[in-house]
Each structure stands twice: as structure tokens, then as C-alpha cells.
């Protein structure tokens, strides 16, 4: 605990933000928050951690770390086909600076208001910095999207492209043209969680996945839960156009390995698939079939050749 002053830290910073919901019977202020879950609905609940040097650079302005904390939780939920509600927060702070809390306090604002989600309560002790947000969100009974659902000869679809985030990383060190610096920095410090895709999610896919730590270890999970094998179409997985600029020679492996891009991995029957491009083309949104599921284990890629290469499932893992 941050000494006397925590509890108006918690006041000024925290329960001072919070957007009304009637579905909060109450929230910050006791020992636990209580909630409303509308009949036929069901409660998803995930949590994700971000920690100094390895999430993100103390650098950073807090009001990114804030954005990306409450984005890459919102993600997981897009993953799923969940509608986020509420957040609760787990702050550990080693100093209870001011400037810094109301940078962080005004992130939470902006990437909580657009989604009318909530802040319900929370932590905050004092330590090395870390932040915990779990995000709470609904989904009809029964249709939450899980990794374990992709069945053989389903499509494999990817939302926007891939590779942006890593690239950021890897050129945060050089000098690059300040524009494309920036348009890469927007990608690694404010991922757009696609809840645009819940709908589609929700009527179409048969299992779907977040690409956090890149895209062959992602979809790797849907195949081992699902027990399933796939193959990738090399030249239909859409790849930042950056990476293509700087890193032509490495640009697939940019977009299979590299994270943080936060864009959704689902699976869809083949007999919907040009009712869901149909649909996705309506509502502009840019999601290309980049495989097919397949009943043979593991992953493999495949050229427009017809060369078939074994895939690694490489991406970004603690502790190896
Ligand atoms: P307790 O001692 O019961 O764990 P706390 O003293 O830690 O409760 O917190 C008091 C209230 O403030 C609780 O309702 C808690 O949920 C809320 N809270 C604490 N820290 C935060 C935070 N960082 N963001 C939002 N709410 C918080
Ligand atoms: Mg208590």
C-alpha cells in the first residue's frame, strides 16, 4: 500500500473517471464490485499484465501504457466474441507521481469511453511498475468463440496485416523517415482491438484467437485445441507495407513470428465464406482467407508454386 495518500490517489485518479452503467449495482469504493449479468447472457472474464521492460519502456508516456493495458484486454475479448463491459485495475506503482497518474488516468478515460466500459475497481500498491487489467465482458449464452471449435477444410481468416508492431520494435533504435516512424509507433503503442468483428465473429467463425505473440504460435493454438492441422497460403497473408519496405528478404517472417499486432485469427465453415466477405465488404472491413484447415497435425505453408514448407510455430514466450 502507497501510505495515507492512497486512498485519495484512488479517489482522484481513479474513481473520479468512472463511466455510469446501470448494469454496476455499485463499483469502486467496496471490498468488491457487484455487478448485473442480463438474463441469457454469460460473463467472460480475462486478465493480462504489463510490466516495465518487458511490455513497454518507463520512457513510454503513461498514457500510452494506459491505452495499450486497456487495448490488449479488449482484445481478448474480441477474440471471443464478447462484448467488454467492465475493467478492474491491479496498478503497482513504485512512487505515486502525479503528472504521470493523470497521463495514465486520461488514457483510461480515452480507450474506456469509446466502448462505454466501466472501471469497477481495483489494487494499488506500491513496487516495481506493473499493470493488471481484467476485463469483464458478455456474451449470448452459448456463443462465446473458443480456440477449440476450427474443424477440418474451414478457411482461416485474418483480419487487417501483420508485421507492424515487430517492425516498430526492431527500428526503434534507427533512424527511419519520422512519418513511417510514427505510423509504426501508433501500431505497437495503440493496437485498435477489433471489436469491429464481433458481429461476424459471433454469426460465422468456429474458433478465433488474438495474434498477441505472432501468427504461426497463435494459430497453433487453435490447431492444438481444435486437434487439427492447417496450411498457410505464404502469398495471401497480408503484411504491413513497411515491413515489405524494410524488410523484404525477412517480410514472412516478420508477419508469422513477429507480435503485438492484435489483429483476429478466426476459422469459418467454407459453405459461409462468401456470405461473411459479403458481409465484411459491406461494412468495409479487410479480412482475407490466408489458409485452410487440415486434418494433418501441425503447421505448414504453402507457395504459389505449390512448394510446401513446415512451419514453425515461433513467437514471443516468457521464460524460454
Ligand atoms: P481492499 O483493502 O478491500 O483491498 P482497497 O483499499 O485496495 O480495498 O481499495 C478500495 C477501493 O478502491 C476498492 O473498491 C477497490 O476496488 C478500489 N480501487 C483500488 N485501487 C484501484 C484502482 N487502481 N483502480 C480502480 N479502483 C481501485
Ligand atoms: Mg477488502
Known amino acids: 500500500m502507497l501510505s495515507m495518500d492512497e486512498f485519495s490517489l484512488i479517489d482522484t485518479y481513479f474513481k473520479s473517471i468512472v463511466l455510469e ?5 455499485f463499483g469502486i469504493g467496496d471490498d468488491a464490485a457487484c455487478l448485473h449479468v442480463p438474463e441469457g447472457m454469460e460473463l467472460l472474464i480475462s486478465t493480462d499484465t504489463l510490466v516495465d521492460g518487458v511490455h513497454f519502456l518507463n520512457q513510454w508516456d503513461a498514457y500510452d501504457i494506459a491505452c495499450r493495458a486497456v487495448n490488449v484486454n479488449l482484445s481478448d475479448m474480441a477474440a471471443m466474441a464478447a462484448t467488454p463491459c467492465w475493467i478492474s485495475l491491479a496498478l503497482t506503482l513504485p512512487h505515486a507521481d502525479q503528472p504521470w497518474l493523470q497521463r495514465f488516468s486520461q488514457g483510461l478515460v480515452d480507450s474506456l469511453k469509446p466502448y462505454q466500459i466501466a472501471l469497477i475497481g481495483g489494487d494499488t500498491t506500491r513496487g516495481p511498475l506493473s499493470i493488471t487489467i481484467t476485463i469483464h465482458g458478455l456474451a449470448p449464452k452459448g456463443r462465446a468463440i473458443r480456440r477449440s471449435g ?6 482461416i481468416v485474418l483480419s487487417g496485416n501483420l508485421g507492424g508492431a515487430a517492425l516498430a520494435v526492431d527500428l526503434l533504435k534507427q533512424v527511419i523517415d519520422e512519418k513511417e516512424r510514427d505510423s509504426l509507433m501508433k501500431k505497437l503503442l495503440h493496437p485498435i482491438p477489433r471489436l469491429d468483428l464481433l458481429s461476424f465473429l459471433c454469426e460465422y467463425a468456429t474458433s478465433a484467437i488474438d495474434v498477441s505473440d505472432g501468427l504461426s504460435a497463435d494459430l497453433n493454438h487453435i490447431l492444438t485445441q481444435s486437434k487439427v492441422g492447417a496450411c498457410l497460403f505464404l502469398e ?3 503484411i504491413h507495407p513497411l515491413v515489405v519496405n524494410y524488410e523484404k528478404k525477412n517480410a514472412i517472417d516478420f508477419a508469422l513470428s513477429g507480435g503485438d499486432d492484435y489483429e483476429i485469427c478466426f476459422t469459418v465453415n ?3 465464406e462468401v456470405k461473411l466477405f459479403k458481409a465484411l465488404e459491406k461494412a468495409k472491413i479487410d479480412c482475407n482467407v490466408i489458409g485452410v484447415i487440415e486434418a494433418e497435425p501441425g503447421l505448414r505453408g504453402k507457395r504459389k508454386t505449390g512448394e510446401i514448407i513446415p512451419l514453425q510455430c515461433k513467437g514471443y514466450q516468457h521464460f524460454t
Not at 452503467?21 to 449495482?25: A, G, P, S, W
Not at 476450427?150 to 478457411?155: M, S
Open 236 to 238: 495471401s497473408i497480408p
Open 270 to 272: 467454407p459453405k459461409d
Open 150 to 155: 476450427a474443424l477440418v477444410n474451414d478457411k
Open 21 to 25: 452503467r446501470e448494469d454496476v449495482i
